[in-house]
Structures are given as C-alpha cells and as structure tokens.
C-alpha cells in the first residue's frame, strides 16, 4: 500500500545558522555590485581567452658541408627573432646539416602549427615534394608551406648592396662596358628558371638598365663562364657576379671564382633577407585564414 503524503518523513530544514551564512553571502554578492552613492556597479567582464600560440616558423635550409653556410643561416634567423620577438623560430635542414627538418618538426609539440619558410629563391624540386613529405610526416602538426624566397624587390635589394659591397659603383651604371651575372644554383624546373630570370630582370632595372644574365652552377645553361662569354661578345668587359645563393657553398664558392673581377658575397643575413622570411610566414598564415573564410563561407 502506498504511503500517503500525510505520512511522508518531512525534509530537513537548514538550521538558523546555515540559513543566516547562506543570507550573508548572497548579500554580501549584491552589495559588491552597488557602489556608496547607490549606484549599481557594472558587472566586471570575464576577461577574454588567451589567443592561441603562433605556428612556429620553421626555416628550411638546403644545407651545406661549407661551415659558413650553418653559421650564416643562423646569423639571419638571429636577425628574425630581433624583429618579432616571441616568435617560435627554428631551423631544419633539407640534407647535410643538422637538424634535418623532419627531427626539427618532430620536436615541436602535438596539436601545434609549423609555418615552413624555405631559404629557397625559386621554385623547383625541393619546394614542391621534399617539403611536401617533410610535413607530411608530421600529423601531430598542423603544417602550412610559405612560397620561395624569389623573385621579390627585397631579394633585389640584398642583392645590390652585396654587390656594392664588393665594388660595384653607381658610376658602372653609365658604362655601356658594364655588366652582371647572376649566379644561382640552377634547376631542371623550368619555374625556378623563370624565377631566376624575372629577379634578373628586377636586378637589372635597379642597377639603372645594366644587363643582367642569368647563369648556373648545375642542371642547366648557360654556366657562369659562358654568360661571360656572351656578355664580352657584346662588348661588356667590366662585369661583376651577383651571388644568388641564401648562403656560403659549393656552388656559390665555385660561381665566384669564376668572375673576372667583381664577386659579390651570398645574401646570408642579410637584413632584408629576415623581412623577407618574415614577410613569407605572415602570406603563408593569411592565404590559410582566407581559405578558411571561404570554406565556412561555402559550407
């Protein structure tokens, strides 16, 4: 039989003393909201979450067995933490140096996010499959890939004042016996050729209309001998070599002991160089907010 309402245990009562503390508290909550003139007081906002960490900026080097070549890239991505400090910036290389980038990314930590700068001026082999594979290595990550280097007025500019440093004068400018030749690794890619060939033409128009040709240390023509070749079969005696090299090497080692006269130094640390590494990760990290924009836009 059930047990009528009348017959049910009655709940327990809180005792006085627990009902004037729970008095006192709410109260004591109402009058912080109230300020000594009456006024009520404006509720203090919960402060915002903390944004999330940066991707880290992970700049890839093709590496070298010149030891000038690690000291130089990590000269400039010294120069990159002086101009955005608190940035995340390490250092992975694509063979031949330590760290190869796959233990750089390896040692990042799970669920955060890797901008990959390559010290790269133009596109070619590595650019679009080594560091493809190097991220996909990487699942813990969240992995982005920022465009070469080149060709950018910022590469012209490191370019100019290298050669400046070498010798060049304003003066060779109004020589018609003037030239240059702008040494670069060399690709069997016909973009990074292209590329090499529109920084060719910038550097040329910086330099006040000075020809400006293109040559390579490997895969394809002309070599740095045969561009000064061509250049003295025009009549174009004083001709200096712009480096076109991230940093020291084999290949820009061999470039500038090709040159008659003037042998520009690589860009290596170049200021321009840390804003232009820079300047490649904020593209990247855009052109990745724009996509997903356009995603949520689409969905």
């Known amino acids: 039989m059930k047990e009528s309402a009348a017959h049910r245990e ?8 627990q009902l004037l503390t729970r008095i006192t508290a709410q109260l004591g909550t109402q009058l912080k909201l109230v300020s000594l003139n009456g006024t009520r007081r404006p ?45 995340d910036v390490r250092l992975g290389h694509i063979e031949l140096n330590e760290p190869l980038l796959p233990d750089t990314l390896s040692g990042l930590p799970d669920g955060g996010g890797a901008v990959l700068v390559p010290l790269l001026l ?24 920022a465009a070469p280097l080149g060709p950018h007025p910022l590469l012209v500019e490191a370019l100019y004042d290298r050669l ?3 010798g060049w004068r304003a003066s060779d400018a109004a020589n018609r016996g003037s030239g240059v030749v702008l040494a670069a690794a060399g690709s069997r890619d016909p973009e990074s050729a292209a590329d090499t060939r529109r920084t060719a033409a910038m550097l ?23 561009a000064l070749r061509a250049l003295a079969a025009r009549g174009r005696h004083r001709v200096a070599v712009a480096s076109y090299f991230a940093a020291p090497g084999r290949f820009a080692a061999q470039s500038s002991a090709a040159a008659p006269g003037i042998a520009a130094a690589p860009l290596g640390a170049h200021p321009a ?27």
């Open 204 to 226: 040329s128009e910086r330099l006040g209309g000075v020809p400006v040709v293109p040559a390579y240390a490997s895969a394809v023509a002309p070599t740095v001998p045969e």
């Open 164 to 166: 400046t440093e070498a």
């Open 273 to 299: 160089m840390a804003r232009l590494l820079l300047l490649r990760y904020d593209q990247a990290l855009a052109a990745r907010s724009r996509a997903i924009r356009r995603e949520l836009a689409t969905a």
């Open 43 to 87: 509720m203090t906002p919960k402060p915002p979450p903390p944004p999330p960490p940066r991707p880290a900026l992970v700049a890839v080097a093709h590496g070298s067995r010149d030891p000038g070549a690690l000291r130089t890239v990590t000269a400039l991505l010294e120069r990159v933490r002086e101009l955005r400090p608190g940035l």
């Open 10 to 17: 009655p709940l327990p009562l809180d005792s006085t003393a």
């Open 122 to 145: 133009g596109r070619g082999y590595h650019v679009k499959y080594d560091l493809p594979q190097a991220a996909a290595t990487a699942p813990h990550l969240r992995t982005r890939i």
